[in-house]
């Protein structure tokens, strides 16, 4: 990983891209769907055409190969045209229309048009794991640009010049399109991104990331003479429990199937399995350290990622009662050599009378397996979770009791709840919910993934007896945007 020295924005800098995006809200909040969905497209086009010099900019920043990163830029430009397909469809705009009714129950009740409107200027902070679909032109963007809201972009260090080459492309391809100046503009530096945050003129925010960063950034948020909305996606351990007749019938499929997945990316997923509750005679520990250690090495994103994992695995290894399966890597200093996955095994006690070290993301390739005695004890580590982005159960038709017991549990405790399946691998549609109850996000009512994402970036207008001239488009009788109308009539 090639080290660059892209200077950060100045405050004069910041300055006046803040007051770019303040100026442009209006006359791009204004804009009809189909205006901005062509401007998506040609975001998606332009990043597209320049696959070649972004890839390799990404693979020298982050240390992710070709194909990881060839896939991910699909998904990023595959996003953009989706929430371009949201604005055709216009629904998530939410119009209702209430007619007036001399008659009604409560009293006479007037004309009441209400739609969803931009929120404003969006400051979105790139996350560092996924250069492409989660940073500059990710999903925050992408679906802060479709409600309408112009973004300030907060670069991720950990790929600098790829932030900066990436947002020039964006700006291009929306300025070219005939989205206003200041529609979309990249910033870099730590003290930049809180003052940012500060300022009055941002209205929302949106962050993928650690804990305590997320956490310090949304209490700035909060603590503002006039607080914002602050949608941040911090740690989640992503439990999986596998039911005993599951194991029995399938247990070796289960075994490989869940050190794929916790592997998978160097363990450099928000999904990752962080734990794997297994009965307590499972017979599955060779099997899961020999597909452990059939693993290859995988240098982690940078030198500080690498040494906070290691200091994380030490912690966690020197818990009594933790043992190791898998013994991976450990050397802080050997982050060029990159790290081999590590597995631990204990019991449900050991983790409960251990769950400040136990019970906390471990960002890297290291999971633990715990087992379980009874269905009493697999709820009771069930009941030790605060929120996490998804919850999955292995079980058989035979396992209806042992799963049923389960499910509201980890129904309240995550945004996903998966059957038969691995969490890592998020899909991007309509029906996803990528969120979850704190510490998984910092508002567990949205997602950041899938279309859905856009309504964290609008907020509901209600107009009373306006004239016709001075509705909005989407509010007016003839709709002239063509979006979906509920009209409810006086009965």
């Not at 996606?233 to 005993?244: D, I, K, T, Y």
């Not at 399938?250 to 509750?277: D, M, W």
Request: with cysteine; hydrophobic share 40%.
């Amino acid at each position: 990983m090639t080290a660059t020295q892209i200077p950060d924005t100045t405050q004069a800098e910041l300055d006046s891209a803040l007051q770019r995006a303040a100026d442009a809200a209006e006359p791009f909040g204004a804009q009809s769907p189909a205006e901005r969905a062509r401007q998506l497209r040609a975001v998606a086009d332009a990043l597209d055409a320049n696959a070649g010099d972004l890839i390799p900019l990404a693979m020298d920043e982050s240390n992710l190969g070709e194909g990881r990163l060839t896939g991910e830029l699909k998904r990023t430009t595959f996003q953009l045209r989706l929430f371009a397909e949201v604005l055709d469809e216009g629904s998530y705009l939410q119009v209702t229309f209430d007619r007036p009714d001399a008659d009604f129950a409560l009293g006479p009740k007037p004309d009441l048009r209400r739609m969803q409107l931009p929120i404003g200027p969006v400051l979105v902070f790139a996350a560092s794991n996924f250069p492409f679909a989660f940073s500059v032109a990710g999903g925050d963007t992408a679906s802060a640009l479709a409600a309408g809201c112009p973004v300030v972009l907060k670069g991720h260090p950990g790929h600098p010049e790829l932030s900066v080459r990436t947002g020039e492309i964006v700006a291009e391809a929306l300025r070219s399109a005939g989205a206003p100046e200041g529609a979309f503009t990249v910033v870099l530096g730590f003290e930049i991104g809180t003052t940012a945050l500060r300022d009055e003129r941002i209205k929302a925010a949106a962050f993928t990331g650690s804990v305590p960063a997320g956490r310090a950034l949304f209490d700035i948020a909060n603590s503002r003479p006039k607080p914002i909305p602050f949608f941040g996606e911090l740690g989640s351990l992503n439990p999986v429990f596998a039911a005993p007749e599951a194991v029995a019938a399938r247990g070796e499929e289960i075994a490989k199937g869940f050190v794929t997945s916790y592997s998978g990316n160097a363990g450099q997923l928000c999904t990752k399995p962080g734990l794997l509750f297994l009965p307590a005679e499972h017979g599955l520990e060779n099997v899961l350290a020999e597909e452990s250690a059939k693993v290859s090495a995988h240098r982690l994103l940078n030198e500080k990622l690498h040494g906070g994992y290691c200091d994380r695995r030490t912690a966690v290894t020197e818990v009594p009662g933790v043992r190791v399966l898998a013994e991976g890597s450990a050397d802080s200093s050997a982050a060029d050599d990159g790290a081999l996955p590590t597995l631990l095994t204990t019991d449900v006690d050991t983790l409960l009378a251990n769950r400040e070290a136990l019970l906390e993301e471990v960002f890297g390739p290291l999971s633990i397996v715990v087992t379980y005695s009874s269905a009493d004890e697999a709820r009771r580590a069930a009941e030790a979770f605060e929120g996490n982005l998804t919850a999955t159960v292995h079980a058989d038709d035979a396992d209806t009791e042992f799963a049923g017991s389960l499910v509201p549990l980890l129904r309240d405790r995550a945004g996903r709840l998966l059957f038969n399946g691995w969490p890592t691998g998020v899909a991007v549609s309509p029906a996803m919910q990528h969120g979850g109850p704190y510490p998984a996000t910092t508002d567990a009512r949205f997602t950041s993934v899938g279309t859905a994402s856009i309504d964290r970036f609008v907020r509901p207008v209600t107009y009373q007896n306006v004239p016709a001239a001075l509705l909005p488009p989407a509010l007016r009788d003839d709709n002239p945007w063509g979006v979906p109308q509920r009209v409810h009539h006086p009965r």
